[in-house]
């Protein structure tokens, strides 16, 4: 398995000669680390005395971020040369005790030798234990690293009726495990690297060889390895970091904390970015009709998923279109409403002072300001401050005469609207837009919202994610991808890979075509 | 800089929205009274020979748009000054474009706005589409051509819903009549919308498969002429001849009378919009091939370096050409009849003629 490693390994090979070496003496090595740790009190450092060589030997760990047990059975094995006889042999002199170690007594994973102290402190905060031995100028460090961890949970922001309920959590291990507990094929490949000068984070790629472009994984490694940031706490830092189209509204990066949206996002030949200390899966190249569907269009009947799917693109336009096209008919286009529907309109807003985009502009930012303080809020009182928001501001504001009850309407509508894109950053953006759209609908009536709308698809026709056209497969157009786009057809005809991101493996059923 | 390619189905949508754009709701060759729609057929035979002659050129010089060959087969002394003049027309053509939509739209529902807010909000859209650069506007076009297509089903399908079609306004055409079909064919209506093509003359270098260019393009002008010619016939059976010749705009006038159920009514609407899109995508067009000429003539290489200028040129005199709407139909007449036919059927014909002659006689070096 060609795992490509960056930044400094573990084994120091890379910058080995810069690095300050270890001493031979225990005592100085001891004292240096301490010292680069400012003494920090959970760095545990256990003494021993190997009597059949006479050695000093310590072991060092950091409290809390290691597995306690895993540490104890670590330095048990070590020093089980303590006791020959039972078929392991004796080192032979001091300096064999390392290869000693590792051939012989050691089980534990991931057994690497350390000559340079950096690398040392690095695996040291990673969670590995390290065993310093007097008189030799070298650390054995082998992976330990455990503690506290959140368990697998239920997703909480992408729920689904039927399907899978496990999460992903902040542990990168678990995280993988829980995507190769889905893909148990010899192809799902994984590459990690660690990012961020200070926090050195722990990231994954993932994709399955064959399916994924290679020129797509290759792309994304350069782009990673190029980037230069001394913090990634969470993997959104990533995402902005390696956006084309900086001063885009549109996210060009999937999402998600299911492992099984990740696990049919890589079956599609996409690519997956796993950082350590996050639930939250970055999938790219992500085009903008992935950010419409989620995983459960797939779980239910086809008929059924292809009317929600076509709810959802509805539901888009009016969160985005709404409020204009209510401001724009009001002020410009009176006659496209019927004529009693109308005159009902005007006599709701005969006591209201303002215009009708005021109008409309103020109840869309109450009802932002309602949405984020619902957010923020610990969930008892969130719910009380959407009744007062929602109930009691609502029925105020009209009763006022501020508001029109049709502006209410208009606005809680497209408000729902909103929450039914199932991608809440695709749906940040979209509510973001609409004032835009507001505006150019007060402004210019219908006209300005056509130019609008022309333009807001001409810049999402421009935008590219990782190489891949924004909005295909639409434009480009691709006939084969109509099939799981608008509608979802029942799986027997699907039997091709989206066109844009798969290689040469189009085919999803072998055989299937054939008959 | 990667050459920008694009596909056979977003040329085919660009040619079709292309040739939808204005045509589809002005009123084309009024001279063949109630037999329009006939006369756009009788039309479409020519105007599939020119767009053959414009992809023959192509396919012989498959990198150069049409000012680039013009020097090769004229020669540059003859072939420049030709490739210049070009310019203007495009861009005057542009603009007849742009003061149509505005002039609809302040007749539908802005008289209170001045003309110059609504073509400049066109105009900066058209500025922004091609910075974008011809890659990005034909994957708009797909996108757009699959709206317009939606809303011309839904329209058309409303107008004949609510029983406004009478056929007899469209039959018997007699003999008489198709002459006159004949006549307002040819040049009229071989030209504009057809003759115009001659603007993706400076697309074409773009195109991915030179084999297709035929059948793409052909089938794009085939499909664009039959939606044409239907929608000026549910126009016409709907209007009566009479009407349809007097009215600024005869679908606008048409959808304004549909009213199915007491419910569906009042879908001018769509109207506006279909007109927004074409005047957008037509205009796109040819301010495209007018900077694409322009900076093949004086080596520009950024295309994005000319955007700014045409698009100020075609905004005023968009309404500096034209002191009302009566004067600019009269003026679109003259320029449809002594203008137009040059660039878009003249040149070509006689690059064609000159390019089989030195093949023949061997006098390329």
Same mark, same amino acid.
């Given at each position: 398995m060609p795992i490509r490693k960056t930044g400094s390994t573990p084994d120091g090979k890379k910058e080995g000669g810069q690095q300050p070496p270890l001493s031979a003496v225990l005592e100085e090595n001891l004292e240096q680390i301490?010292?680069?740790?400012?003494?920090?009190?959970?760095?545990?450092?256990?003494?021993?005395?190997?009597?059949?060589?006479?050695?000093?030997? !310590?072991?060092?760990?950091?409290?809390?971020?290691?597995? $306690?047990?895993?540490?104890?059975?670590y330095i048990e094995q070590a020093m089980k040369f303590e006791f020959p006889g039972e078929g392991v042999g004796i080192p032979a002199a001091p300096g064999d005790i390392y290869s000693y170690f590792k051939t012989?007594? *050691?089980? +534990?994973?991931?057994? $690497?030798?350390?000559?340079?102290?950096?690398?040392?402190?690095?695996?040291? #905060?990673?969670? /590995?234990?390290?065993? %310093? *031995? /007097?008189? &030799? !100028?070298?650390?054995?460090?082998?992976m330990t690293s455990g503690g506290e961890g959140r368990a697998v949970s239920e997703a909480a922001t992408q729920v689904s009726i039927r399907g899978s309920k496990e999460a992903f959590t902040e542990s990168l291990g678990?995280?993988?495990? #829980? *995507?190769?507990?889905?893909? $148990?094929?010899?192809?799902?490949?994984?590459?990690?690297?660690?990012?961020?000068?200070?926090?050195?984070?722990?990231?994954?790629?993932?994709? &399955?060889?064959?399916?994924?472009?290679?020129?797509?994984?290759?792309?994304?490694?350069?782009?990673?390895?190029? &980037?230069?940031?001394?913090? +990634?706490?969470?993997?959104?830092?990533?995402?902005?970091?390696?956006?084309?189209?900086?001063?885009?509204?549109?996210?060009t990066m999937y999402n998600t904390e299911r492992p099984d949206s990740v696990a049919g996002n890589l079956l599609e030949g996409r690519i997956a970015l796993l950082v350590d200390g996050t639930p939250f899966v970055l999938i790219l190249p992500a085009t903008f009709f992935v950010f419409m569907h989620t995983v459960e269009d797939y779980y239910q009947r086809y008929d059924v998923s292809t009317l929600i799917r076509l709810l959802r693109v509805i539901c888009l336009v009016v969160s985005l279109f709404g409020p204009a096209i209510f401001v724009a008919a009001l002020n410009f286009h009176q006659e496209m409403i019927p004529t009693p529907l109308l005159i009902n309109l005007a006599s709701q807003r005969e006591g209201v002072p303002f215009p009708t985009f005021i109008e409309a502009l103020m109840m869309e930012c109450t009802f932002e300001v309602i949405r984020e303080a619902g957010i923020r809020l610990p969930s008892p009182i969130g719910q009380t401050v959407s009744i007062i928001g929602g109930l009691v501001l609502g029925q105020a504001a009209v009763q006022a005469g501020i508001v029109s009850p049709a502006m209410v309407i208009v606005v809680s509508l497209t408000g +729902?609207?909103?929450?039914?894109?199932?991608?809440?950053?695709?749906? %940040?953006?979209?509510?973001?837009?609409?004032?835009? &759209?507001?505006?150019?609908?007060?402004?210019?009536?219908?006209?300005?919202?056509?130019?609008?709308?022309?333009?807001?698809?001409?810049?999402?026709?421009?935008?590219?994610?990782?190489?891949?056209?924004?909005?295909?497969?639409?434009?480009?157009?691709?006939?084969?991808?109509?099939?799981? #786009?608008?509608?979802?057809?029942?799986?027997?005809?699907? $039997?091709?890979?989206?066109?844009?991101?798969?290689?040469?493996?189009?085919?999803?059923?072998?055989?299937?075509?054939?008959? | 800089m990667r050459k920008e390619s694009i596909g056979s189905f977003q040329l085919f949508a660009m040619i079709v929205l292309f040739e939808l754009g204005t045509a589809l709701v002005v009123p084309i060759g009024l001279e063949s009274g109630h037999?329009?729609?006939?006369?756009?057929?009788? @039309?479409?035979?020519?105007?599939?020979?020119?767009?053959? =002659?414009?992809?023959y050129l192509y396919r012989q010089f498959p990198d150069l748009p049409i000012s680039g060959y013009m020097r090769r087969i004229l020669g540059p002394a003859v072939g420049w000054p030709l490739g210049l003049l070009f310019v203007p027309v495009l861009l005057y053509n542009g603009s007849r474009n742009l003061r149509e939509a505005g002039d609809l739209l302040i007749s539908a529902s802005y008289d209170k706005t001045p003309v110059i807010i609504i073509n400049s909000i066109m105009v900066i859209a058209v500025m922004y589409i091609l910075y974008m650069g011809i890659e990005v506007f034909a994957r708009t076009a797909e996108i757009y051509f699959m709206i317009t297509m939606v809303m011309g089903l839904v329209c058309n399908f409303v107008v004949i819903a609510a029983g406004l079609v009478k056929l007899h306004n469209l039959f018997p055409v007699h003999p008489g009549e198709w002459l006159e079909a004949l006549r307002s064919a040819y040049p009229n209506i071989w030209i504009f919308p057809y003759g115009e093509l001659v603007c993706f003359a400076t697309i074409l270098p773009h195109f991915k498969s030179a084999r297709k260019v035929n059948k793409v393009t052909v089938a794009a002008l085939v499909l664009s002429s039959f939606l044409l010619s239907f929608t000026h016939a549910i126009e016409m059976s709907v209007l009566g001849a009479d009407i349809y010749s007097r009215?600024?705009?005869?679908?606008?006038?048409?959808?304004?009378?549909?009213?199915?159920?007491n419910f569906i009514q009042r879908l001018d609407a769509?109207?506006?919009?279909?007109?927004?899109?074409?005047?957008?995508?037509?205009?796109?067009?040819?301010?495209? @091939? @007018?900077?694409? =000429? @322009?900076?093949?003539?004086?080596?520009?290489?950024?295309?994005q370096k000319l955007v700014l200028p045409v698009g100020v040129v075609v905004l005023l005199s968009s309404f500096v050409s034209a002191e009302n709407y009566p004067a600019h139909m009269a003026d679109g007449v003259v320029f449809l009849e002594r203008i137009l036919p040059i660039p878009c059927a003249v040149v070509p014909i006689l690059l064609f003629a000159v390019h089989r002659l030195r093949l023949r006689f061997k006098l390329y070096r």
């Open positions: 301490r010292a680069r740790l400012g003494n920090s009190p959970d760095l545990v450092i256990r003494h021993y005395k190997s009597m059949i060589h006479e050695v000093q030997v !310590a072991a060092i760990y950091i409290n809390a971020i290691t597995d $306690k047990n895993l540490v104890d059975t012989k007594a *050691v089980s +534990i994973g991931k057994l $690497k030798v350390i000559r340079d102290l950096n690398t040392l402190l690095e695996a040291l #905060l990673s969670g /590995d234990t390290v065993l %310093l *031995v /007097d008189g &030799i !100028a070298e650390a054995l460090s082998g678990t995280n993988i495990a #829980l *995507v190769r507990r889905r893909i $148990k094929s010899p192809d799902l490949r994984l590459e990690t690297m660690t990012l961020g000068a200070i926090t050195r984070t722990d990231i994954s790629i993932m994709y &399955i060889k064959g399916l994924a472009r290679e020129e797509a994984v290759f792309n994304l490694r350069e782009k990673l390895q190029h &980037i230069e940031a001394d913090s +990634i706490l969470e993997s959104g830092y990533i995402e902005q970091l390696l956006e084309e189209n900086k001063f885009s509204p549109f996210p +729902i609207c909103s929450f039914t894109t199932p991608a809440f950053n695709m749906a %940040l953006s979209i509510r973001f837009l609409r004032f835009g &759209i507001m505006f150019t609908g007060a402004f210019m009536g219908l006209y300005g919202i056509a130019i609008a709308a022309l333009m807001l698809v001409a810049h999402m026709c421009s935008l590219r994610s990782l190489g891949v056209p924004y909005m295909s497969p639409l434009g480009p157009f691709s006939p084969g991808d109509q099939k799981d #786009l608008f509608v979802r057809s029942p799986l027997h005809f699907m $039997k091709t890979r989206p066109r844009l991101t798969r290689s040469k493996r189009g085919r999803r059923q072998p055989g299937a075509g054939s008959s | 037999a329009v729609w006939v006369s756009i057929l009788v @039309a479409l035979p020519g105007g599939v020979l020119l767009v053959l =002659i414009y992809d009215t600024t705009f005869p679908m606008f006038t048409t959808i304004t009378l549909v009213n199915v159920a769509f109207v506006i919009l279909t007109l927004i899109i074409g005047v957008f995508f037509k205009m796109s067009v040819y301010c495209y @091939a @007018a900077v694409a =000429i @322009a900076a093949d003539l004086f080596r520009i290489r950024d295309l």
